[in-house]
């Protein structure tokens, strides 16, 4: 019933995207309602566009739980992106270096490596703030840039196949693959690039919300988050929820790499990452920051990915910025939302 | 003089004025009283065409205006002096007060003249206030004053106040009063907003009270009695007085000596604060806000911030001055916030989760190793204990925080803390915000605690509440202990003067 | 959840599922009239309207497109790791016949061929051995051979300058054949190289273009040779703020700034791509490698009305003469892919 009523306002967010999106194909002289049926076809077509659509929706699901874990906690973590370029990078490394190890070990280890280079990378903005108060938008948004360069830096001079003219690593062990769903269950074919980090997105969902609203360190991440004063009132250590968070954020941020580098393209791919750590955000907000918002969320903008691809090479005007028409929208009117209940809470209580 | 017929008003469906109808006779002091949230603010609020009425009429002096600014009513001659004062600090009182009608041309600021004639009201009234000083530098009643300038200077012939003594000391209340006098003496009407029913009998000449955002009664101050009032605002008969029997004082539980707690520059906002608290009684710390009650209270909990604190804190004759803030909770300190809103509650969270805050750790609600899985038909189980036991409506453990109102806030936090059955309550502004009803359920328990003997530091600025539930009375001011009293024994004018340092400014 | 509320909800699922049930229906029927022939090209990261390598290739599609009875749509990913879903998409609702622009897409277009055999592919500037995928490449270290004198014979300071794009095998080809010309012409030439960067984004940054170009025309440079895609306007930028001359690539950009564009290193991309599409019409598609050198004109240097003023017969005598003997294989160039 609450849940229904919770996801009432999201779904007049979409719809009322959607309206304005009709406007914008009207205007640039397309039909709005051949271009949603390919929107909608494409990417719920059977198999390539469910699988792409999820395909695309794994990454979201790991920067969306990101954004809201960390959110959780009071944190607005910029630097998803940042974090999941290091991490795939880091991934991909071991997954060179050991190539020769056995998969049950090598798989394992490469998640561990994402998960830990994730953290890491999250957490020196959570030390940042939590010890000098530095603000963590600024510092993940620095992080980001170091991120993305040094993983370059390393992919041009250190691991790239020579005479290769695409900027890429040389290609990870078979061992440290993935498996891709195709080749798991009969009826889908293996060129859909959806692999088992699309089941794991969905655990860590889970995990997430275990760990948020089932354990005590989770219960102090949110005190932190919804009010620090009254968190230490009740004894709890701000500062290092503030770190647990952020790490915490980082590592699942990590994980796409599961899905890019062991899943997909097995290997280190210089800007692969579509913004996915930025669109995050959006999937939190749209999410409510809870994982189930997040699977629901990701799905939508996966969708998104999918048909507006379809929609830009396929109709003769309308390009793929109604994508990002439609997602603005959406979060317009989510954010618009908020505003309004944050204003609707402080006249009832000046009453 | 102002007349509202049939007003009512709804916040998202809920009726915060109900057909509310108030007569304000030319001339007269009126005063307005009700529990929070029985809709006065908001009627007065409406006067000031600060927010719009659903339905009903505004009259000044006999004809129906719509407002729909406050610029409207300055401009008929109603001003507001807000609880929360609307001033530009590091600018002068001149400058507050011509701020939105700047003297001269768009160009050249004529200060000089609107210098004079604020001079000139200040002196008819006796405020005593220098145009020239910068708001920074006067004290909060002075500040209150410049607030009444600044709608006297508008020509304001009718001023609403509300609650203009909740920060003031009794010495600089007593003196409002007595400018209240003076200007209607000069005929000025005035309405004033409070919950304080000794203030009510004082200055009042009549008085309305609200309750559930409809008027439930009106009399002339000269006819009705405090029990009387306090019935109509809480809708049944109240105690008004404290019984409390004898305390029986044991074993020092707390022992302060020599503390400090020294910010950056140098700057003590506690020093050389020592005494000691018993088993089984009320040691009150009456000082006007400000005089470093909150340091006490922050430093003997564990939660100062940016500051230095040194000296002994000792509880059963342990040092717990080095202990973090779950050491000392483990050790049997509780703590009533100050602020709850800031401080005691996660109003978005519900009522569950905020029944295990400070306590989280504690079995049977934490369990596993390093007690780290939560059991939510554990806490559930708490949560329902701690609700009936305090009354806290409606007891329902899934509504947020924020849904209550402020007196059942307070008691799910004293429950909460009550609950940890401690050693040592620290208890600061326990009834703030409470309505009468409330705090007379309080008052019972902070009394049955004591006499359960658990030793309780109590820190009000309400002089009342200190002077009625303490058993030995702390006066501070500026950062020290400048007194120790009776409070059976001593007058409410005597710690006044304590608590401003002998002068009569406040 | 009230009833009204209700009501909405469920005609907005049904909206949904309807849209959805008429999309997968016509997918194919929305993506181009699946009775004619249906081409589909996907650009580099520089976009169509690079007025270079990419422009060249959208003019030859588009030709096609008016020549013959088929549809053509296009994708402009913008960044390369959109390259791949977008020639995936083309495969997917079953396109006749795929091209990609540019060396980059090599790999992608390997992969996808692979897993969808029946449709044809074509490749610009790479090679694949897959049958249904045609490489279509060019012998542009001969054009550069030739512009390169031109250059020499230009120059009044003896530097001449080299703007390539990205730093790869496949640009280092224009570069040697270049400089090879222009020290046939001059022995004692100097030439100055720079290249905008190692990644993709080296198409896509005129800025960084510009920059280099001023810093050659500094250290003495008159004419520059722009191998650079998008970022090569930046050079053109330069030239006509210091007055010197530049060399176009793939296009013939003489037109862009009249008077500062000695002449144009064309790489008939639009030939070869128009060339493709009419195969597939003839029925006549094959795939392997196609070349395209200097005899059959997919690759020259530009003269029209824009540059005629720039160069004199003389030198074009001389540019001529060696053209046939590289023809006739008496003048070798190196091909520094080939290494």
């Given amino acids: 019933m ?218 102090q991440i949110r005190a932190t988050g919804a009010n620090p004063a009254a968190a230490l009132y009740g004894g709890i250590a701000t500062g290092k929820q503030i770190v647990l968070a952020m790490s915490l954020s980082g590592a699942l941020a990590g994980l796409v790499a599961v899905n890019e580098v062991l899943g997909y393209r097995y290997r280190y791919y210089d800007s692969f990452s579509a913004g996915y750590g930025f669109t995050g955000i959006a999937v939190a907000l749209l999410g409510r920051n809870h994982p189930v918002g997040v699977i629901l969320a990701s799905l939508l903008f996966g969708a998104l990915l999918r048909g507006g691809l379809f929609v830009d090479i396929f109709t003769e005007h309308v390009s793929k910025d109604l994508v990002m028409v439609l997602q603005g929208v959406i979060i317009l009117f989510v954010a618009a939302e908020a505003l309004f209940r944050g204003r609707g809470e402080k006249r009832v209580k000046s009453v | 003089m102002l007349e509202l017929r049939e007003i009512t008003k709804r916040f998202a469906g809920v009726p915060a004025n109900d057909r509310v109808n108030l007569t304000v006779a030319p001339g007269t002091i009126h005063a307005l009283v009700g529990e929070n949230g029985a809709g006065k603010s908001t009627a007065m609020r409406i006067a000031y065409g600060f927010y719009g009425a659903d339905s009903g009429e505004i009259l000044v002096e006999g004809r129906v205006h719509r407002f729909t600014s406050p610029h409207d009513a300055i401009r008929l001659g109603i001003g507001m002096v807000h609880q929360h004062f609307m001033l530009v600090e590091p600018m002068t009182v001149a400058e507050n007060i011509v701020l939105g009608l700047e003297p001269g041309s768009p160009f050249a600021l004529d200060l000089k003249s609107a210098e004079a004639r604020i001079r000139a009201l200040s002196d008819e009234l006796g405020l005593a206030i220098d145009p020239t000083r910068r708001i920074e530098d006067l004290s909060v009643g002075q500040q209150q004053r410049v607030e009444l300038l600044k709608a006297l200077y508008r020509e304001a012939r009718l001023l609403i106040l509300d609650e203009p003594t909740a920060v003031l000391s009794p010495q ?213 204990k701690i609700l009936a036991a305090f009354d806290v409506r409606p007891p329902d453990p899934e509504r947020p925080a924020r849904a209550l109102s402020g007196g059942n806030q307070q008691k799910l936090i004293l429950g909460r803390e009550l609950d940890l059955q401690p050693k040592l309550l620290l ?76 002068s009569a400014a406040a | 959840m009230s009833r009204p509320r209700l009501q909405l909800a469920g005609f907005a699922l049904a909206l949904v599922l309807g849209l959805a049930t008429t999309g997968c229906r016509d997918l194919s029927q929305a993506t181009g009239d699946p009775g004619k022939l249906r081409v589909g090209i996907v650009f580099d990261s520089g976009g169509k309207d690079d007025r270079s390598f990419n422009a060249a290739a959208f003019r030859g599609v588009q030709q096609a ?138 198409w896509n940054n005129p800025g960084k273009g510009k920059e280099l170009a001023v810093a050659q025309i500094g250290k003495g440079a008159d004419v520059l040779f722009a191998a650079a895609g998008n970022s090569g306007l930046g050079v053109f930028d330069a030239v006509e703020q210091l007055d010197k001359l530049v060399i176009g690539v793939d296009s013939n950009q003489n037109w862009v700034k009249p008077g500062h564009v000695l002449t144009s290193m064309v790489k008939r991309v639009d030939n070869a791509v128009y060339q493709i599409i009419g195969d597939l019409v003839n029925r006549r598609f094959q795939g392997g490698i196609h070349v395209y050198g200097l005899p059959d004109g997919g690759i020259g240097y530009a003269m029209d009305q824009y540059n005629e003023k720039l160069i004199s017969p003389l030198v074009i005598q001389d540019v001529e003469a060696a053209k046939a003997k590289i023809i006739r294989g008496e003048i070798t160039v190196t091909d520094a892919m080939a290494q």
């Fill in chain 1, 2 to 219: 609450s849940f229904l009523r919770q996801l009432l306002f999201p779904l007049a967010a979409v719809a009322a995207a959607f309206a304005v999106g009709a406007l914008v194909v009207l205007a640039v002289g397309d039909s709005p309602l051949n271009t949603y049926a390919l929107l909608i076809g494409s990417a719920l077509s059977w198999p390539d566009g469910i699988g792409y659509t999820l395909f695309y929706a794994t990454p979201l699901i790991f920067t969306g739980l990101a954004v809201a874990v960390a959110f959780r906690c009071g944190l607005l973590n910029i630097g998803a992106e940042g974090q999941l370029y290091i991490a795939a990078f880091a991934t991909a490394w071991v997954g060179i270096v050991l190539a020769g190890w056995p998969a049950w070990l090598l798989v394992p280890l490469c998640i561990l490596t994402a998960l830990l280079t994730g953290g890491f990378w999250a957490a020196v903005p959570g030390v940042l703030k939590a010890r000098f108060g530095a603000h963590e938008v600024i510092t993940t948004i620095m992080m980001n840039f170091i991120a993305v360069a040094l993983a370059s830096y390393f992919t041009q001079y250190h691991y790239k196949p020579p005479g290769d003219p695409i900027l890429q690593t040389v290609p990870i062990g078979e061992n440290a693959h993935v498996a891709r769903i195709g080749a798991l269950v009969p009826g889908i074919p293996e060129r859909i690039p959806l692999n088992l980090a699309f089941p794991l997105a969905l655990a860590a969902c889970l995990l997430v919300y275990l760990f948020l609203w089932r354990t005590r360190w989770g219960y």
């Fill in chain 2, 172 to 384: 600089a209340t007593a003196e409002l009063f007595t400018i209240l006098r003076r200007m209607r003496a000069q005929g000025k009407t005035i309405v004033i907003v409070t919950h304080k029913l000794s203030e009510v009998l004082d200055i009042s000449d009549e008085v309305t009270v609200m309750r559930d955002g409809r008027v439930v009664g009106h009399r002339r101050t000269a006819e009705t009695n405090a029990a009387e009032l306090a019935h109509l605002m809480v809708g049944r008969d109240v105690l008004l007085r404290v019984v409390k029997p004898a305390a029986q004082p044991k074993a020092p539980v707390l022992g302060v000596r020599g503390l400090a707690v020294t910010f950056k520059g140098g700057e003590k906002r506690l020093d050389g604060v020592s005494f000691e608290v018993r088993a089984g009684e009320i040691v009150g710390i009456a000082g006007i806000e400000g005089n470093g009650q909150t340091e006490l209270v922050e430093a003997l909990a564990g939660l100062t911030e940016g500051g230095a604190v040194s000296g002994t804190i000792e509880l059963d004759g342990r040092s717990v001055a080095g202990l973090s803030v779950r050491q000392r909770r483990a050790l049997g300190i509780s703590h009533v916030p100050e602020d709850r809103h800031r401080r005691g509650l996660l109003l978005d969270f519900d009522l569950q989760e905020n029944a295990i805050l400070g306590a989280d750790d504690r079995p049977p609600v934490a369990v596993g190793p390093g007690r780290f899985w939560l059991r939510r038909d554990e806490i559930r189980r708490k949560t329902e």
């Fill in chain 2, 427 to 502: 208890v600061a502004q326990p009834t703030r915000g409470v309505d009468i009803g409330g705090i007379e359920f309080i008052h019972r328990r902070l009394v049955e605690l004591r006499d359960a003997g658990c030793a309780l530091l109590l820190v009000s600025s309400e002089l009342e509440e200190v002077t009625a539930l303490a058993d030995r009375l702390l006066v501070m001011r500026r950062g020290r202990i400048v007194a120790e009293v009776d409070p059976e024994t001593t007058s409410m004018e005597e710690i006044g003067l304590l608590m401003t340092g002998g």
């Fill in chain 3, 65 to 202: 497109a008016k020549d013959f009875p088929i549809v053509l749509r296009d994708a402009e990913p913008g960044d390369p790791a959109s390259l791949e879903p977008a020639m995936r998409a083309f495969a997917e609702v079953g396109y006749d016949l795929v091209i990609g622009i540019g060396f980059a897409q090599t790999p992608i277009v390997e992969a996808v061929a692979k897993d969808y055999p029946k449709v044809n592919f074509a490749i610009v500037d790479g090679v694949s051995s897959l049958p249904n995928v045609a490489s279509l490449i060019f012998k542009e270290h001969e054009g550069s051979y030739l512009v390169g004198m031109i250059a020499a014979h230009t120059s009044k300071t003896g530097k001449i300058g080299f703007v390539g794009g990205m730093d790869v095998p496949l640009i280092h080809k224009f570069q040697v054949g270049y400089e090879e010309g222009a020290r046939a012409v001059n022995p004692e030439i100097q030439v100055i190289q720079n290249y905008v960067g190692v990644t993709e984004a080296a």
